[in-house]
């Protein structure tokens, strides 16, 4: 079974002193995306594993993660998405066990100084993917935490208008949703989204 598997931590949780807070916003997160243990787990304070099933699923997943963690002053996330086969099915995903593992893992590894990346078993996909993801990171890795909860709303909330984009954070007006939308290159980075989820499933 094709799956992807994102291995990621929280940059600078350390320093942080709002650990309640955010460690709060990151399980609420990803148990929008799955359940635990079956599908996701934290692990090590700050770091964690999730499985998006539905591999082309797992960008959008990504940038959701990004935009919850970085709603706090100084935070932000490293992601690594592999993509592969899932042999082993645990209880725990952190029991479980595939390429798809590996891959992830192996991408973790090699970060360093980037936020996000993606390992396939497709070459020319992680090519063109990466060389997208860089360009994108350049943005989302220097939203305002402001910038990051509009984007958060408006992902958890496809379709709806950037009025009742305020209307659901209260306090925001229409032009404050709109700056914020433009501020965080929301339109292009959907674009490249959808970019994704057609390239991944024309591979599947």
Same mark, same amino acid.
């Given at each position: ?8 931590? *929280? ?6 002193? /709002? ?5 709060? $916003?990151?399980? /609420?997160?990803? @148990?929008?995306? #799955? !359940? /635990? ?5 934290? &692990?090590? =304070?700050? @770091?964690?594993?999730? $499985?998006?099933?539905?591999? $082309? ?5 990504? %940038?959701?993660?990004? +935009? +919850? ?15 592969? $086969?899932?042999? &082993? ?8 066990? =595939? ?25 020319? *996909?992680?090519?063109? %993917? ?19 909860? *509009? ?7 496809? #379709?709806?208008?950037?009025?009742? %984009?305020?209307?659901?954070? !209260? ?6 949703? +709109?700056?914020?939308? !433009?501020?965080?290159?929301?339109? /292009? ?6 970019? &994704?989820?057609? %390239?991944? !499933?024309?591979?599947?």
């Amino acid at each position: 079974m094709i799956t992807s598997i994102i291995t990621g931590d *929280v940059v600078n949780s350390r320093k942080s002193q /709002e650990t309640d807070k955010w460690l709060k $916003e990151l399980k /609420e997160t990803l @148990s929008i995306l #799955g !359940k /635990e243990p079956k599908d996701w787990e934290i &692990y090590r =304070g700050d @770091s964690f594993q999730l $499985e998006i099933r539905e591999p $082309e699923k797992s960008l959008s997943a990504a %940038l959701l993660i990004k +935009s +919850s963690i970085k709603q706090f002053r100084q935070l932000d996330v490293r992601i690594a998405i592999g993509i592969g $086969e899932k042999t &082993y099915n645990a209880a725990k995903i952190t029991e479980s066990n =595939g390429s798809a593992f590996v891959n992830s893992g192996e991408c973790y590894e090699k970060l360093k100084m980037k936020t996000m990346a993606i390992n396939t078993p497709w070459q020319d *996909v992680n090519e063109h %993917l990466n060389m997208l993801i860089d360009l994108v990171t350049l943005t989302m890795d220097n939203w305002a935490t402001v910038t990051a909860s *509009v984007v958060k709303t408006a992902l958890l909330h496809p #379709g709806q208008t950037q009025k009742e %984009l305020a209307k659901l954070m !209260k306090k925001k007006s229409q032009s404050t949703i +709109s700056d914020s939308l !433009k501020r965080a290159g929301f339109d /292009e980075i959907l674009k490249m989204e959808q970019f &994704y989820e057609n %390239l991944i !499933k024309s591979k599947l």
